[in-house]
């Protein structure tokens, strides 16, 4: 994804400003903080997701002399800011709450420290990474709780807005607890589980359905066979299947899996497992797949359809209820000075903050407290060193797999009633006493 990590992948004001701040010489240490301001209606919480690429961006991040020539041409840029640019590095310090990390409204999930250009001139691909990454591990997870462990493939490249989407989407989704992607390029990527079936072009190609049953099951391991039933006749297509075990050489002949496609899932569903329990295929089980989401989950788990696994597309690639955040990245710190937005539905809390968690006798999560990064609060610190220098605070290895067990711990001490996916009474999330106190002394200035 090189063009995704060039430096010019920002907003052109970025650029302005930058030249302005190195006209007036403005380099002392600047604090940024990115936060959701609300939440969408149908969202009880968030999970943070994208540091790591946000960690490999600012890592490479830099302007290259073609970069640099180019921006000359546009007539924008005086070749004194250019030289500048083309020195440019990221150096400065990052503290994040870890992938997988639940949170609720204005809280930071992420504070850079450096320079101010440096600091500045992030924002837009910084927000790019977090906002999408968070948005669909958040979509993702609403799908896990409404199978109530049945297994979750991500089906949605086919209809991600471009490459980089499908491949984030397969890496949020399954840091959420998907068991893995028919995404290919994301298996190599990041090490996730790999499934996929036949599309009903392969069996339209045979002159019969039977025939392209038999000689699809010779083309894999038995253990990863998944037949797909609906192209025609869906009962009738499980009867053949049923038929082409019996008369095998083997039972290990009959596919792992059958897959429903379209139709009244529920229904088919309850039909095929009989016919399947019936023909000595009790080991079959069933995938569903077909403009699922968690509703439609939900909906098909209390009608008590006999569905073993489910393959979630569209609806979780561009998580259609809640398409985007409403995020923001804001200064919160200059040369030392507190910093604040004062507009009016857009007013910030100043200073660099920390999130502070608590939780119940039972381990359950009791509220969060939004305080000043140098107060002593009770419970646990959610913002933690991720980049110091420019440089990794830690390895990163197995930082998927970390998120994805961060996800299931924050799952287990979720209150209940936010585990919902209907709008529940909000988490407690309060703002400090000082915090509140340095708000209002702005205020009086």
Same mark, same amino acid.
């Given at each position: ?18 030249? @302005?701040? !190195? ?22 919480? &968030? ?16 302007? %290259? ?30 503290? *994040? ?8 409204? =204005? ?27 968070? $948005? ?14 049945? +297994? ?17 989407? @397969? ?25 996929? %079936? ?17 000689? !699809? ?13 609906? %192209?025609?006749?869906? &009962? ?10 019996? =008369? ?37 089980? +069933?995938? @569903? ?43 919160? /710190? ?30 359950? $999560? ?13 419970? /646990? ?20 797999? *970390? ?29 400090? /006493? ?12």
């Amino acid at each position: 994804m090189s063009q995704q990590q060039s430096a010019l992948l920002t907003d052109l004001y970025q650029l302005t400003m930058l030249q @302005a701040y !190195f006209l007036e010489g403005m380099e002392e240490p600047a604090s940024f903080e990115l936060f959701v301001r609300k939440f969408p209606s149908h969202r009880n919480f &968030l999970l943070a997701m994208g540091l790591e690429q946000v960690l490999e961006y600012l890592e490479t991040f830099g302007f %290259t002399e073609n970069d640099c020539a180019w921006l000359e041409s546009t007539g924008l840029f005086r070749p004194d800011f250019l030289d500048y640019l083309s020195a440019l590095r990221f150096e400065g310090d990052v503290d *994040a709450m870890p992938e997988g990390t639940a949170f609720f409204p =204005d809280e930071p999930i992420i504070r850079v420290t450096a320079p101010l250009p440096q600091a500045q001139v992030i924002e837009t691909r910084l927000i790019n990474l977090l906002q999408f990454q968070t $948005m669909i591990a958040s979509k993702a997870v609403r799908s896990v709780l409404a199978a109530a462990g049945r +297994i979750l493939v991500d089906f949605g490249m086919r209809r991600a807005h471009g490459a980089e989407a499908a491949l984030l989407a @397969a890496r949020a989704s399954y840091a959420a607890g998907f068991a893995g992607t028919s995404n290919v390029l994301a298996g190599q990527w990041f090490d996730i589980p790999l499934f996929g %079936t036949m599309a009903h072009s392969y069996i339209m190609a045979h002159d019969d359905e039977t025939e392209a049953f038999a000689r !699809f099951a010779t083309s894999l391991p038995a253990e990863r066979l998944v037949l797909l039933v609906d %192209t025609y006749d869906t &009962l009738e297509a499980v009867r053949k299947i049923i038929g082409m075990a019996s =008369d095998g050489p083997k039972p290990s002949a009959a596919p792992r899996w059958i897959r429903l496609d379209s139709g009244d899932l529920g229904a088919l569903a309850a039909d095929s497992r009989k016919l399947l329990d019936d023909g000595n295929l009790a080991g079959c089980r +069933i995938f @569903a797949s077909g403009d699922l989401d968690e509703y439609a989950i939900r909906a098909l788990m209390a009608a008590g359809a006999p569905i073993d696994g489910f393959g979630v597309g569209t609806r979780l690639v561009t998580s259609d209820d809640a398409p985007f955040l409403n995020c923001a990245y804001k200064l919160q /710190e200059y040369a030392g000075k507190p910093r604040r937005k004062r507009s009016r539905g857009k007013a910030t809390w100043p200073g660099r903050r920390q999130v502070f968690r608590q939780h119940d006798g039972q381990g359950r $999560m009791a509220g969060d407290v939004i305080a000043l990064a140098d107060e002593l609060q009770p419970g /646990e610190a959610l913002l933690q060193p991720a980049m110091r220098h420019g440089k990794p605070w830690a390895p990163r290895a197995n930082v998927l797999d *970390a998120a994805r067990q961060r996800i299931a711990d924050h799952l287990a001490c979720l209150p209940e009633r936010l585990q919902s996916l209907e709008p529940a009474r909000l988490y407690r999330v309060e703002i400090s /006493e000082s915090l509140r106190n340095l708000a209002a002394c702005m205020e009086r200035v």
